[in-house]
C-alpha cells in the first residue's frame, strides 16, 4: 500500500470504489471473513480484473455476505446478486441498497410505496401480502455487530469505522484504517510504539490523541491476532 489517491469522501473520484486497494490478506484480515469464503465469493473475477487485489465495493460486500450467511446459502446470495445487478443496474447493489431478508430469502420491495415483496434469490418470485413478514435490514446494521459500521453518502458506502475513532475510506491512504479525520494510518502507529515509542510522544508527534493512539495500537493488535 502506498500514499493516498486524493481527498476525503466528498471529493472521491468515481473509479476509486472500482480499484484494488486491498490483498486477498487485507481483506481477510479486516473483515474477519475466512479465505476460502473470500475466494469463493470473488471467482470468477470479471475480465480483466486483477485476482489478486479487493476493491472497496467489493470489501463491504463480503461484510454484507458474512452476516447474510447466517441464515442464507452463500449460493442464494450470489442469486439475489445478479438479480439486483439487474434491477438497479450497480455493479455491487449491496453497497447501494437497502435490502429485507425474511427467513432464508433476500428481499427487495417492488416500490416504495408497496407492501409487496420480490425474492431476489428466488429470480423475483412474489411474495404475497401479509403472507410473508419482512424485516428491514439497512446494511449498517447489518455489519455493526460483525466488525464495524458502514457511513453513506448520497445512498452509497462511502467509510467503514471497525471501531470507534478508525476509519477506511478508499481515497484515503488507499483503504487502509485511520485515525478518522486524518490521513495517519494505524499501522503506522502501530509500528512506531513497537519500535518503543511511548503513546505520549507518538501523540504529540502527530497531533492526535493519546487515546486515539490507543484505539489504534489496540486495533492493529486485533489484526495481527
Known amino acids: 500500500m502506498v500514499s493516498a489517491l486524493g481527498g476525503e469522501a466528498g471529493s472521491l473520484p468515481t473509479y476509486a470504489w472500482d ?17 476460502s469464503t473470500v475466494s469463493r465469493w470473488l471467482d470468477p473475477r470479471p475480465e480483466g480484473v486483477r485476482d489478486d487485489l479487493v476493491t ?34 450497480h455493479r455491487h447493489p449491496f453497497v447501494h441498497e ?22 431476489a434469490n428466488r429470480r423475483g418470485q412474489l411474495a404475497m401480502t401479509g403472507v410473508l413478514e419482512a424485516q428491514r435490514v439497512e446494511l449498517p446494521n447489518l455489519v455493526a455487530d460483525v466488525r464495524g459500521q458502514l457511513g453513506y453518502d448520497d445512498g452509497r458506502v462511502t467509510v467503514w469505522r471497525p471501531v470507534e475513532r478508525i476509519a477506511a475510506r478508499p481515497a484515503v491512504q488507499f483503504g487502509l484504517t485511520c485515525v478518522d479525520g486524518t490521513r495517519l494510518t494505524t499501522r503506522t502507529i502501530f509500528e512506531i510504539a513497537e519500535a518503543g515509542d511511548k503513546p505520549a510522544s507518538i501523540a504529540r508527534l502527530f497531533e492526535v490523541t493519546e487515546t486515539d493512539v490507543a484505539r489504534a495500537i489496540a486495533w492493529e493488535r486485533r489484526l495481527a491476532a
Open 19 to 35: 480499484i484494488g486497494l486491498y490483498s486477498l490478506t487485507d481483506a481477510v484480515q479486516y473483515s474477519g471473513i475466512p479465505m
Open 56 to 89: 472497496f465495493d467489493e470489501f463491504v460486500t463480503l461484510l454484507f455476505v458474512r452476516q447474510l450467511r447466517k441464515n442464507v446459502r452463500l449460493k442464494d446470495i450470489r442469486e439475489a446478486e445478479k438479480d439486483l445487478q439487474a434491477r438497479t443496474g
Open 98 to 119: 437497502t435490502l429485507w431478508v425474511a427467513g432464508h430469502d433476500v428481499m427487495v420491495r417492488v416500490s416504495d410505496s408497496s407492501d409487496a415483496f420480490l425474492s
